[in-house]
């Protein structure tokens, strides 16, 4: 994630997969099975209307579902065109045409976007291997509407004739792609055509940008990076970290409990609606989120610094572990955040509202956990988007910013005092050497290695060196569907 923003949205509730296919009622079809049009999802479909084409984007009223079309049509060019993050642009404050829509076409939005990024490389092979030349550069329109179409027909549960119709609709109405609406109904209706066909061979499409595939195979080899890119693929599902009791609340929503107490449930739920939502029962935390936080062991009555603390799931655990919580965040806009969840869930902690290079405790520390800035390349699964916002040369810039808040933390904490420093991300170079670097130049840390007698759970993850590295794909306590990419480490400072 980028040292400004950050993209650590363990308890968000907006563009969640779950809850976006709840309340669009757009269900994905099984991945690599071909099917026929469907009879099912919501009517998104319309007569092919002419109307005036315009050259600011479409006239209204249009044939139902052109709105939301067009909503998703000017955030994906947001997100690939110009790089822009998705999750702003679906929030309160986002893009304004996402602004205006009903509360089932916004679901729509989220649930078309999500499988559109998520299986763009395969989407972005199919149109191209049916196209007898391919798109104008600046075509950015164009593709997204082709881009939105094949989405809708391969991979939601949409009629054909719906999807295609609205694409071809969406097209015509705006004097930028009035004259391709041939084009468009032509590719979509060949995909449409041999749709098991692409589905088939979908997964042998690289799921991400080619820089990226070649740092994992480098750094995790091919099959690690084969099962990380099938991960990614298919959309996770979602964990609850128990503010107590896992195993009731486990039975309560008939989850299931994982080794480390968070309670799995599958896809399909809207969260808000989930029982023990209004009452704070519960957070949204992936399972390998929930991680670094235990690391510290007893915190009870103890004096813990939350570092880039926003959204809370982590600072929610600390709490709920009996200790006095300072959470540093330096956004405004997270800060609110992570206040909002914490009274959601009836938790009380200390506000910092600073930069950590700017903030100043007025006592030291018993425990620091930094979850660091990072290129948040572990979450990609449930944000589809990071693969195609995101730049190599960050992971470098970032590196550097981990290194010195990693420096600045340590100066908080008392002798004997436990740091752990995390990150959500897949690159070493934000994982383990930074701890290689910290453990060199800091000799009044002694590194305190992860051992599986320990945590039995987590024995699977534990690394040689005493690091905790999960990886999508990896099964944890026999759960086949995988958990985050995260790294964690810790250290003891000397007397």
Request: glycine fraction near 10%.
């Amino acid at each position: 994630m980028s040292a400004d923003e950050g993209a650590r949205r363990d308890v968000r509730e907006p563009h969640n997969t779950q809850e976006s296919r709840a309340a669009s009622g757009a269900r994905p079809h099984r991945s690599g099975a071909g099917k026929g049009p469907s009879k099912g999802g919501p009517k998104t479909g319309g007569p092919k209307t002419g109307g005036k084409a315009s050259g600011r984007g479409t006239a209204q009223p249009g044939p139902p579902g052109l709105a939301a079309r067009d909503a998703a049509t000017a955030i994906l060019l947001k997100v690939v065109r110009d790089g822009s993050p998705l999750g702003p642009l679906l929030e309160a404050g986002g893009a304004p045409g996402f602004r205006a829509l009903s509360a089932q076409d916004k679901g729509l939005v989220r649930a078309i976007l999500d499988a559109a990024l998520r299986h763009r490389g395969a989407i972005e092979d199919a149109i191209r291997k049916r196209l007898e030349r391919p798109l104008d550069e600046k075509a950015h329109r164009l593709s997204a509407l082709l881009h939105l179409g094949a989405t809708q027909v391969l991979y939601l549960d949409v009629p054909d004739h719906a999807a295609i119709n609205l694409a071809v609709t969406a097209a015509g109405r705006d004097r930028r792609t009035a004259k391709t609406k041939g084009l468009v109904n032509s590719v979509l209706r060949r995909i449409a055509r041999e749709r098991s066909e692409i589905l088939a061979s979908a997964a042998s499409v690289n799921g991400a940008p080619d820089w990226l595939i070649a740092r994992w195979e480098k750094n995790w080899g091919p099959e690690r990076t084969a099962a990380i890119l099938a991960a990614h693929a298919d959309a996770p599902p979602l964990d609850l970290t128990p503010k107590s009791d896992p195993a009731e609340l486990a039975e309560r929503l008939s989850g299931d409990l994982l080794p480390n107490g968070s309670v799995r449930l599958d896809r399909l739920h809207t969260v808000s609606k989930l029982p023990g939502y209004e009452t704070g029962d519960w957070w949204v935390q992936d399972a390998a989120a929930a991680i670094p936080a235990r690391l510290l062991g007893d915190i009870s009555g103890k004096r813990v610094a939350d570092l880039c603390a926003a959204p809370g799931g982590k600072t929610a655990q600390l709490v709920a572990g009996g200790a006095i919580v300072t959470a540093v965040e330096k956004s405004s806009s997270r800060m609110r955040r992570l206040k909002g969840n914490l009274e959601r869930l009836r938790l009380s902690a200390e506000f910092a509202e600073a930069d950590v290079f700017s903030f100043q405790p007025a006592e030291s520390f018993d425990f620091i956990l930094l979850d660091a800035p990072c290129s948040a390349t572990g979450t990609i699964r449930r944000h589809p988007d990071l693969p195609w916002t995101k730049r190599e040369d960050e992971i470098v810039m970032l590196r550097k910013v981990q290194q010195d808040m990693l420096a600045r933390a340590a100066n908080w904490l008392k002798p004997g005092g436990i740091l752990v420093y995390a990150t959500c991300s897949l690159e070493p170079e934000e994982g383990e050497e930074q701890a290689h670097i910290f453990t060199k130049s800091h000799d009044m840390f002694e590194p305190m290695p992860l051992h599986a007698a320990e945590f039995p759970e987590l024995q699977d993850f534990c690394t040689p060196e005493g690091f905790f590295r999960s990886l999508p794909g990896m099964a944890f306590g026999g759960d086949s569907r995988g958990v985050d990419g995260f790294f964690a480490a810790r250290w003891r400072r000397l007397n």
